[in-house]
């Protein structure tokens, strides 16, 4: 007995010796190869045992700095940093030491946003010469940290990192990173030639709202009472998930049940046998809203009909159909081989060779669209069947496509929301945000607003608050430059309100917040992408706002902001701010983009002509014109530009109530 007394004293001693001992904890944000801000007083923080001294010492200066674990053993302080340079090592010990090294001084940014910012270079991205440009992307001065995806419902102290933390910047790091970030970066220390850390903090397809911290999201109404039980003691995680769950399962069994494509819940659409008269044809990829299915939501069926090569029977196939907006189950010649949910996931299903015959054969994709445009859609050349690498047929081109289910016909009510998915408030900031605050950063570029399109109005308040929101958390007046949405969907033929063009509005009017920077991209989306492929110009016009905003350069920045305006007899005269050198157009043609109208409200294509820096508009079907629009399109043609290649923001002069307004 006195044996077992004695080991388990000596094993207590042990467990009390290394609870004084551990070492201390730091944030994932703090790793090798990281980058700290110049000129500052950074900060550290992290865990230690209750009352500990911790000790950080700092190789560019070796000194040394101490602070003191609470009670709780939470610990933090400040470094202060020299001029950038590098590499350094950071030494930090509460009795046993972990060491950072390759540390460099320099400049942080944290990127953040939605897809066109999460967008990479390569894999789903694939931006032009993405082969070229990973390959060139040796800058082992630029630092790259990409944060895992993660929601939250309350705010988190720690994140996720991947592949460890900070990695230098090559052609094996950069591949899967941010491409406007890389591009941003790349820019700046091109031109500054100062080591450069890009923070990337993205997930496609979220709304402005989920990066926003609760506490700011409460001053606006719309948003209160979803903070209100987010914050109450009723809140339950697990029990929000269970419901959602079995809401989710009730909503699919009755879409299942109005499905015409299906029967005592089987397939009646999926075989190769199949009557095909009533079927419509539909171009893959393409979005539903853009092949005549305007505002639908519900399911629709898509067959593709093609022939299996002689040499292929009875051999494994990989099916390939890119992106899927939102559920779908895919079919072949009649047997389900795969479904997925969510439409940022890559679809790729093999076919068993057991039901590969050679001769004809039917691809059928059941797509579920909640809401948004719909489709299949992405890379025509990443949608296919393929034996292997060199052998594969394309499934790009005309399908069939028949309704299942149209949700305003029969008026289920909407899927419902999900408390733990990426879209609802204040979820993104928690997870993917604020375990950042208060590391030590330069400034934000930001890429988002495609969510919140249909919310235009809203986003005039939502979009500012954010910004407010993370200088608050940060307790810094910092930079925030970001990216106006870029051209996208079909070209109208006459003048018309569009929601996009009231989301570049709400960016535009966010200017007037301070230390504010826009870049254009009017003139460099795509009609059938919402991912548009030039993200090198993107981070380019990024790094200018910031080379001459924050690096004080004498660099002209952007292109031309509307100013005021001046009616002129039958004419209105428009000026503008960052003229450059003077405008221009950027074929060398006449000036388009620009409608003009009178009192009836009913806009007109105008002439316009450049004088001197002013834009004279008129249109003789408008005798008494009152407002002015230009770009004022979800794809406009448009080519204003100043004479430096920048192109001018789209804008109005009329504040007559749009599409979005009151929009919640």
């Known amino acids: 007995m006195m044996m077992k007394k004695k080991w388990i004293l000596i094993v207590f001693c042990f467990l009390c010796l290394g609870k004084m001992y551990s070492v201390v904890k730091m944030p994932a944000i703090f790793t090798d ?15 230690a045992s209750p009352d500990k001294i911790v000790k950080i010492t700092t190789s560019w200066n070796n000194s040394t700095v101490e602070t003191t674990a609470d009670e709780n053993g939470k610990w933090k302080t400040i470094v202060s940093t020299p001029v950038y340079g590098g590499p350094y090592s950071v030494e930090i010990s509460d009795g046993k030491k972990i060491k950072f090294e390759n540390v460099m001084i320099g400049e942080v940014w944290l990127c953040s946003g939605q897809s066109n910012m999460e967008m990479p270079l390569s894999g789903w991205g694939k931006i032009i010469n993405y082969e070229e440009e990973v390959a060139a992307a040796n800058y ?9 995806k993660n929601v939250s419902l309350e705010p988190l102290n720690n994140l996720k990192a991947e592949s460890g933390g900070w990695l230098p910047c090559s052609p094996q790091t950069v591949a899967g990173f941010s491409a406007v970030a890389y591009f941003f970066g790349k820019n700046l220390f091109d031109n500054k030639h100062i080591p450069i850390g890009l923070i990337n903090s993205t997930w496609g397809g979220t709304n402005v709202e ?15 009472s979803a903070i209100d039980l987010l914050e109450s003691k009723e809140v339950n995680t697990e029990k929000l998930i269970a419901q959602y769950k079995a809401d989710s399962a009730r909503w699919h069994k009755q879409v299942l049940d109005a499905d015409n494509g299906f029967q005592n819940s089987k397939t009646v659409w999926t075989g190769t046998d199949l009557n095909e008269t009533g079927w419509e044809s539909i171009n893959v990829p393409g979005r539903l809203e853009d092949e005549g299915l305007q505002n639908f939501d519900g399911v629709v069926w898509l067959r593709k009909t093609i022939d299996i090569p002689a040499d292929w029977q009875k051999k494994k196939l990989f099916l390939s159909l890119d992106m899927i907006d939102d559920y779908d189950i895919t079919f072949f010649n009649g047997v389900e081989v795969g479904r997925t949910d969510g439409w940022t996931q890559k679809r790729s ?16 994709v059941r797509v579920v669209d909640t809401g948004g445009s719909g489709g299949i859609y992405g890379d025509k050349s990443s949608i296919k069947l393929s034996l292997s ?6 499934l790009a081109g005309s399908w069939l496509y028949k309704i299942g289910f149209n949700q305003d016909q029969e008026k289920i009510s909407d899927l419902p929301v999900r408390w733990d998915n990426n879209n609802q408030p204040t979820v993104l900031y928690n997870a993917m945000i604020n375990p950042i605050v208060p590391f030590g950063i330069k400034g934000i570029i930001w890429y988002q607003g495609e969510n919140n399109a249909n919310r235009a109005y809203q986003y005039r308040d939502l979009f500012p608050l954010l910004i407010k929101d993370w200088r608050k958390q940060w307790n810094s007046d910092f930079p925030f430059y970001f990216v106006q949405l870029a051209n996208f969907t079909d070209v109208k033929p006459e003048p018309a309100d569009a929601p996009w063009a009231e989301l570049r509005e709400a960016q535009l009017k966010t200017l007037h917040l301070e230390k504010t920077g826009m870049a254009v991209t009017i003139d460099i989306g795509d009609a059938i992408d919402i991912h548009p492929k030039n993200k090198q110009e993107v981070g380019r016009r990024l790094s200018l706002i910031a080379r001459a905003n924050s690096y004080d350069e004498n660099i002209t920045f952007s292109g031309p902001i509307y100013d005021s305006y001046c009616v002129e007899g039958n004419s209105i005269r428009i000026s503008f701010k960052h003229t450059g050198k003077g405008l221009k157009t950027a074929d060398g043609e006449m ?3 620009f ?14 002509k450049i004088v001197a820096n002013e834009v004279i508009v008129s ?20 080519n204003l530009i100043n004479a430096e290649g920048l192109p001018a923001s789209p804008f109005r002069t009329d504040d007559w109530i749009g599409l979005t307004y009151n929009k919640k």
Not at 210 to 224: A, H, V, Y
């Open 210 to 224: 989920s990066w926003t911290s609760g506490k700011s999201l409460k001053e606006m109404p719309d948003f209160r």
């Open 349 to 364: 299903y093999t076919i068993p060779a057991s039901i590969v015959r050679a001769g004809k054969a039917v691809i059928t």
């Open 140 to 148: 082992p001065n630029i630092r790259l940290f990409t944060v895992t």
């Open 619 to 638: 249109c003789k079907e408008v005798e008494n014109p009152v407002a002015v629009r230009y770009a004022w399109a979800a794809n406009p043609v448009c």
């Open 33 to 47: 190869n990281m980058v700290l801000q110049q000129q500052s007083e950074v900060p550290f923080w992290g865990e």
């Open 591 to 593: 000036l388009k983009g």
């Open 389 to 394: 690498s060199d052998k594969s047929i394309s």
């Open 595 to 608: 409608a003009i109208a009178g009192p009836d409200h009913q806009f007109h294509w105008a002439n316009a």
